[in-house]
C-alpha cells in the first residue's frame, strides 16, 4: 500500500508568484518521498475556499474537493508563513474549515480523520513558529489528526529584515535536519496507523 501525503500551502501570493512557504513544503514532500511518501501540493489562495465551518458552503466552495483530497491522503502538511507572529490568514481559514470534521464520521462509527498523521512547516522574517505550531497542532489534533514527534519544521530569519527563506543560498542546516526528522516520523506513524488505527470509541 502507497503513502500519500498532501500540502496546503497557506501563502498568500497566488501562483505562479514564488512562495517560500511552498519551498518548505516541496522540501517536506522530498524529505517524504526517500520514505516512500508520494505527495501533492495545493496552494489554497488559487481556489475560492468560502468562510464557514461546514464541509460544503455552497456557491461554488472548493473546499469540498480541497477536503477530498485530504481525506484521500495518510499525511497532512500545513505550510504556512508568519504574518505579525501568527500564520497567514489562509491557514486560519483551512483551520475553520476542518472545524466540520468534527461531525464527520467514517463507516466504522469513528471520526473521519483518525488514522491519519498532521505535520506543519512555518517560514518567516519574525519569531513565531512556536506560537503557530502550538495552535496549529491544537487544532489539527482536535479534529482527529495524529502528530509525530517533532512534527514541525520551521525557519525565522533576522527580526525587521526582507530576506525570504526562498532567497537563502542553501537551506540552514537546522531546518534541513528538522524537516529530515518530520519526514522520518510522519512516515512512520502513518504506516503504523494505516495498518492499526485507533479502534472505535465506547
Not at 75 to 82: E, G, Q, R
Not at 137 to 150: E, H, K, S, W
Not at 179 to 198: D, E, F, P, S
Amino acid at each position: 500500500m502507497t503513502t500519500t501525503a498532501l500540502a496546503l500551502v497557506c501563502t498568500l501570493k497566488p501562483s505562479p508568484e514564488k512562495s517560500s512557504t511552498e519551498l518548505i513544503a516541496s522540501q517536506v514532500l522530498d524529505a517524504l518521498a526517500k520514505h516512500g511518501v508520494t505527495g501533492s501540493t495545493i496552494r489554497v489562495v488559487d481556489h475560492d475556499v468560502k468562510p464557514g465551518v461546514e464541509t460544503d458552503m455552497g456557491d461554488g466552495d472548493a473546499w469540498p474537493g480541497i477536503r477530498q483530497q485530504i481525506l484521500d491522503a495518510d499525511i497532512l502538511i500545513l505550510a504556512t508563513p508568519t504574518w505579525m507572529g501568527h500564520a497567514a490568514s489562509v491557514a486560519h481559514r483551512v483551520l475553520e474549515r476542518l472545524d466540520a470534521e468534527l461531525s464527520e464520521t467514517q463507516e466504522d462509527g469513528r471520526p473521519s480523520l483518525f488514522d491519519k498523521v498532521a505535520v506543519a512547516a512555518i517560514v518567516g522574517n519574525e519569531d513565531g513558529a512556536h506560537a503557530i505550531s502550538a495552535e496549529v497542532f491544537q487544532v489539527l489534533n482536535d479534529v482527529g489528526f495524529t502528530i509525530p514527534a517533532q512534527g514541525v519544521t520551521y525557519w525565522n530569519g533576522q527580526a525587521m529584515n526582507h530576506v525570504d527563506y526562498q532567497d537563502l543560498p542553501s537551506t540552514p542546516k537546522e531546518t534541513a535536519a528538522a524537516t529530515q526528522t518530520l519526514a522520518a516520523n510522519a512516515a512512520h506513524l502513518a504506516t503504523v496507523l494505516a495498518a492499526q488505527g485507533y479502534p472505535k470509541g465506547g
